[in-house]
């Protein structure tokens, strides 16, 4: 569903920021600071009205009826198994399943387009396959002080409505548009994090998700009018147009890609999944020791190829970590068309995913004042990975970090997401 308000125009509006909670392994907050002396609850929450507020009006007392129906049936909270090798691997293969996109195996074909020096460490720009038919691009980081080989990271960036750029949003370039500079200070501290993670030693790669950066959706009329084109510099105004009817258009790409028979997330998920198979083959790299964190949708993909794939041996979730049941009847329109998994909820819920990752240490970070979760929905998740972890014996590696602030990976929680990949990785 795509929302009346963007992402973007959200966070532009709530222009807040803060500092970081201090927190412990599996620190559940009673409650989310007030805002303007009232909690977040209290301003979103409108039990006067017949429909509660939701978007959905008069539509939400069937939607939320059929999704109390849902019964998270694969939980492990709910299946308490004994064999947790053997549950995972029959809950990984439903979400493969419901994700109704697997790409043949593919020789990745690996291309090196440029290299840079930047001091501390070189910057490649490469393109790799991820299926037959589909190239990805992507920046690796190559530190040059490490013993190699290394750990890596998988940087995975955000949507933050903004389509025209990808692994730029996260990681600086040479002579970049103001535009990205902008969005990084807000979104980011003004600071690049693959950069960061590469300064302490880690081999970083960011590639453009499907729809973002040089994967994005450009029409013909884009080429009758010369725009739409990164080979110059465009104005703002032209790029924010094209960030807006991206927005609208997806909707109906998501309608298309689910009638063709398989589903935009089950696409990211396995870029992101083939990215770590080719992130290996790399000398510099010590495929014992990979890790991957991200924001917003970036978060998104970190909790699913974290849960996935046993390959990630640390992860960072930010600003993407709250029950689906939460979602309605406030939260509607911040769903993203690409994060749709049909039927996902009958069997796990996005906690759930998250324990997949179990017993991988696994990081989440949440400002209480992101207005796109629920608070009830994230303390729900919290409390959920924090009993999974307890159960497994291995508290310790579960920690959210909190802080008073909006939707964004600030530059303290990245640093602690960083001493958290050093602690476990």
């Given amino acids: 569903m795509v929302s009346l308000i963007t992402r973007r125009e959200i966070l532009r509006a709530l222009g807040v920021t803060g500092a970081l909670t201090a927190t412990r392994p599996g620190l559940l907050d009673a409650r989310p600071p007030g805002v303007a002396g009232q909690s977040l609850e209290e301003i979103q929450a409108d039990q006067n009205k017949k429909w509660k507020g939701s978007g959905l009006g008069s539509l939400y007392p069937f939607i939320k009826q059929q999704q109390q129906r849902t019964r998270q049936r694969m939980a492990f909270l709910k299946r308490r198994p004994k064999n947790l090798e053997a549950w995972k691997a029959a809950a990984r293969a439903k979400v493969f399943e419901q994700l109704a996109y697997r790409p043949e195996p593919c020789d990745p074909k ?4 440029g290299r840079v020096d930047k001091g501390d460490y070189v910057r490649e720009r490469v393109t790799f396959h991820t299926a037959p038919d589909i190239e990805v691009p992507a920046f690796v980081l190559i530190p040059k002080r490490a013993k190699f080989p290394a750990p890596a990271v998988l940087a995975l960036h955000d949507h933050g409505g903004f389509y025209y750029y990808g692994k730029e949003k996260i990681l ?11 969005y990084r200070r807000e979104y980011y501290g003004g600071q690049s994090y693959p950069v960061e993670l590469a300064r302490h030693g880690y081999v970083v790669i960011a590639i453009d998700m499907f729809y973002f950066g040089e994967r994005r959706l450009v029409l013909d009329e884009d080429l009758e009018k010369g725009i739409n084109d990164r080979s110059k510099v465009e104005p703002k105004k032209v790029i924010e147009k094209i960030n807006a009817r991206n927005g609208e258009a997806e909707a109906y790409v998501l309608r298309d890609i689910l009638a063709a ?7 990211m998920i396995w870029d992101d999944i083939r990215t770590l198979d080719y992130l290996v ?12 964190t991200g924001l917003s949708m970036g978060g998104y ?15 960072c ?21 690409s994060s749709t998994v049909p039927g996902l909820l009958d069997y796990l819920d996005y906690p759930d995913v998250g324990s997949l990752t179990m017993p991988t240490p696994l990081m ?36 959210t970090v ?18 958290w990949f050093d602690r476990w990785v």
């Fill in 281 to 292: 083959t790399r000398p510099e790299v010590d495929p014992k020791r990979l890790a991957c």
């Fill in 261 to 267: 028979g398989f589903t935009w997330a089950g696409v």
């Fill in 402 to 419: 909190t802080f008073d602030g909006p939707h964004s990976y600030p530059v303290h929680a990245q640093q602690q997401m960083i001493a």
């Fill in 110 to 113: 690996p291309q090196i387009l």
């Fill in 364 to 399: 989440v970070v949440h400002g209480w004042r992101d207005e796109l979760f629920p608070p009830e929905g994230v303390r729900a998740a919290f409390e959920n990975l924090t009993r999974c972890y307890q159960a497994l014996g291995k508290p310790e590696r579960f920690q």
């Fill in 172 to 182: 600086e370039t040479d002579n970049e548009h103001p535009i990205l500079t902008d």
């Fill in 301 to 315: 993909r970190t909790n699913f190829l974290a849960g996935l794939d046993s390959r990630i041996k640390a992860a």
């Fill in 317 to 337: 979730v930010a600003g993407w970590m709250t029950s689906l049941r939460h979602l309605f009847p406030r939260h509607e329109r911040h769903t993203m068309p």
